[in-house]
C-alpha cells in the first residue's frame, strides 16, 4: 500500500518570492511537524510514502498563472502521482482549499482512499462526512498512533470499528468511534522527515517539536480539542539528540521549539537549558510562552542557552476582556514580561485581538495602547488581527448562528495567494465547517473595528515608526484610527478594503495623510522616508544594468532600485528618540542625505557622508565616469587620493556600484532596467 501525505498551504507571502530555491526554503522553514513526523513513522514501518507540501505547489502554479483555481491544478499534479490513500493534513485556514482539492483527487483517482487529518478535520469530523462525500475518514487529533492502525485495517488486517480517534462513514451513516488516548511517550516519536522536503539543506531554521497541550482554556483558542489539554514536554535529551541530529545533517543551527506553553513547567525550562549549556552546543532556538509564564531568572536561563525569540499571546490590553475570554493576564505583568525581553536581546512577538462580541469602547482603545506601547520597542514584533471565532471553541458554540459572513475576512487563506470565488461560495455554504470566516456579533460596529485592525497591522508592517510617531502626535492609537478613517474614507463594499491595505495604494496614501497632519519633526522626517520607499515598495528587481566594473568610460547610473533624497534630519536619530521618549537631540536637527535601497528580501536605508551625496547627484545617466571623477577632484581637493584624485574618485564609483547604489552603462548604449510588479515584469528605459 502506498501513502500520499499531503501538508496544507500554511506559508504566507509565497506570491513575494521570486525563485523556486527561495520558495523551498521558506516552505522547509514553516514545514507542519504532523504530517512529518507521520511520514517518519510510516517510513520506519517500511510503508511507501511520499511527501508534498502545497504551499511549494500554489508558488510554482500561482506564477505560472495567477488566475487560476489553484485547487484544480494541485489536484491535477498530485492525481497523477501512484498511491492508494491520499492523507490530508488540514488547519482552519486552507480548509475550504484543501476540500475542494481533496475532492478533485477522488474525481481523478476514484480507488483511493481519501483521509483527513489535523486540527480542523477533527473538530469538524462529522459535519465534514456529512457534507463531503470525497472524504472517507476523519482521524482526530493526534494520529501518531490512530494513523498506522488506519492503514492496517484498509489492508485488511483489522476493522474500522476498533479504531480509537476516527470517525468514518458506513453507508449512509456517520460513525464516531471514541477518542484515542494522548500520546505520552513523545520521545519515543522518530525524527520528523525533513530529508523529504526539498530546501531544507538552505533553511536558516527548522521547527522543533519540544511537546504538547495546553493546560489553560481561553475561550476563543481550539488547542485543547487537538490535544485534549494533556500538557506534555519531550525529555531534555531528546530535544537536544535531534537538533545535533539535525545540524549535523542540514548544517542548521537555529530552531523553533514549537509547544504552545513551553515556559509552563518552569523547572523544565531550567532544566532544559543547563543540559543545553553544559553540551557545549552553540544552537539558537525559539519559543511560545504566556507572559506570565516568565520570569527575569528564567529569561536569563533562556538567554544564556541560545533562546533569540520568544512569542506571546497576549490577545487583549484590557482586564476586563482578559477575565471574560478566559486568559487571565495581568497587563501590567506582560509589559514588564515584554521589557525583560529585551534586555537580554531576546525578540518578543506580540499578539493582540479585537472583535471580541463584549468589548466596549475603552477596551478596545486598552488593546491598541498595549499595541502601541510595544510597537516602540526595537525588540518587538507587534501582531494584531480580528477575531476569527475556531470551530469547536466556547466562542463559537455561544454565537453559533449569530455569525455574519460577507467577505471581510476571508482573506485568512493564508495560502499566499487571494482566495478563489469558488472557496467564497463553499463557505458561505457551510458555516459550521468555516466559522473562522465569519465575525462574531460585536457591540462596537464590527466593520469598524475590521478597518482599524487592517489599518494598523499594515502600518505597523509598512511604515512602523511612521505610525508610532502619528500616535504620539495625535495623542493615541484609537485617536489616530479616527483621524485616518475620516481621511481615508472608506467605501462601502468590502472587498475593495479588503484588498486595499494589502496593496501599495496604502502606502503611499499614509504618507499623504501623514504629510497632512505631522505635528512634529520627527513625523516630518519619517513621511519623507517613507514617501521615497512607497515608490520602491512594490520592487523586485529581476535584472538591472550591467555587472562590469565602471571603468573609465562607463556612465554611471542609480539604479530604479534605489531612491536618493534629503531629509531635515537624522532618521536613526528620530527612531532612537522615539524609542527612549526623549526629544530629538539638536546634534541630529541637520539636514541630510539619504538612500534606500529596495531588494528582493526588503529594503535598507543608508545615511550617506555630503561628498557620497554629491557623488552619487552627479550620476544622472549622461555623464561618463571620468568626468564626475574629474569634476569631483576639483571641487574637494581629493582628500581620498591626494596622488591620484581622479583615480580615487573612480575608485569611490566603484566601491558604490559594488554595494549597489549604482550600476555601469556602457557608453554609447541606451540602457534599460527591468523590473516585476506583482506577476508582471515591466521593461522600463532608464
Known sequence: MRVCLVSPPSVVGLSELRTTAAADRRVAEDAGLGVLTLAAILEKAGVGCELHHLSRHLFQMGHQDPGADLALLAAERIAA?????????????????????????????????????????????????????????????????????????????????????????????????????????????????????????????????????????????????????????????????????????????????????????????????????????????????????????LLDWMQQAGCIAMFFGVESGSGRIQKLIGKKLDVERAR???????????????????????????????????????????????????????????????????????????????????????????????????????????????????????????????????????ARDIGDPWMLCERWIAFRKPPKRWPEVSTYYSSPQFHRDIVRFAAAIAGSLETQVLATVQSHIAELDPLIIVRSGARDPIGWDGIPVIPQSVALFPVPADPEAVVDALVSGHPLSDNARVPLTVVWRRGPSGGQLFRLPSPTARLLSLCNGKRKAFVIASRMAAESGAPEAKADPVSGWLAVLEQLRKRGLIERRAAGSSGSTFRARGSRCIRKAS
Open 81 to 297: 502521482r501512484n498511491f492508494d490513500v491520499l492523507g490530508v493534513s488540514t488547519i482552519c485556514s486552507s480548509y475550504p482549499f484543501m476540500l475542494r482539492f481533496a475532492e478533485e483527487v477522488k474525481r481523478r483517482r476514484p480507488g483511493c482512499i481519501v483521509v483527513l487529518g489535523g486540527p480542523q478535520g477533527t473538530v469538524t469530523d462529522v459535519a465534514t462526512l456529512t457534507a463531503f462525500d470525497s472524504v472517507d475518514v476523519i482521524v482526530r487529533g493526534e494520529a501518531d498512533e490512530s494513523f498506522p492502525r488506519l492503514l492496517e485495517c484498509l489492508s485488511g488486517r483489522s476493522r474500522l470499528d476498533l479504531i480509537p480517534g476516527i470517525t468514518y462513514r458506513d453507508g449512509s451513516r456517520v460513525v464516531r468511534n471514541r477518542d484515542a488516548p494522548p500520546v505520552l511517550d513523545l520521545d519515543a516519536l522518530p525524527l520528523p522527515a525533513y530529508h523529504l522536503l526539498p530546501g531544507v539543506r538552505g533553511a536558516r531554521s527548522l521547527r522543533l517539536e519540544a511537546g504538547r497541550g495546553c493546560p489553560f482554556s481561553c475561550t476563543f483558542c481550539s488547542t485543547n480539542d487537538y490535544f485534549r489539554r494533556r500538557f506534555r514536554l519531550k525529555s531534555d535529551r531528546s530535544i537536544l539528540a535531534q537538533m545535533t541530529a539535525l545540524a549535523s545533517r542540514f548544517n542548521v543551527k537555529q530552531f523553533e521549539l514549537t509547544h504552545d506553553m513551553f515556559t509552563v513547567d518552569r523547572r523544565r525550562v531550567i532544566s532544559f537549558c543547563r543540559e543545553l549549556l553544559e553540551s557545549g552546543r552553540n544552537f539558537h532556538w525559539t519559543c511560545s510562552a504566556r507572559t506570565d509564564g516568565v520570569d527575569e531568572e
Open 336 to 470: 514588564k514580561a515584554v521589557l525583560w525581553c529585551g534586555q537580554r536581546s531576546i525578540q518578543a512577538t506580540t499578539s493582540t485581538i479585537i472583535g471580541f462580541p463584549e468589548e466596549e469602547e475603552e477596551d478596545v482603545r486598552a488593546t491598541l495602547q498595549f499595541l502601541f506601547d510595544a510597537a516602540s520597542q526595537r525588540h518587538v514584533v507587534p501582531q494584531i488581527s480580528f477575531l476569527a471565532p475556531l470551530a469547536g471553541t466556547p466562542i463559537h458554540a455561544k454565537y453559533r448562528g449569530r455569525l455574519e459572513f460577507d467577505g471581510s475576512i476571508s482573506d485568512l487563506s493564508n495560502q499566499g495567494f487571494p482566495q478563489h470565488s469558488t472557496d467564497l461560495r463553499l463557505i458561505a455554504a457551510h458555516p459550521d465547517l468555516f466559522p473562522n470566516f465569519y465575525a462574531a456579533p460585536t457591540r462596537m460596529p464590527g466593520r469598524l473595528l475590521q478597518e482599524i485592525g487592517l489599518f494598523l497591522a499594515w502600518s505597523i508592517l509598512r511604515c512602523r515608526w511612521l505610525a508610532v510617531s502619528l
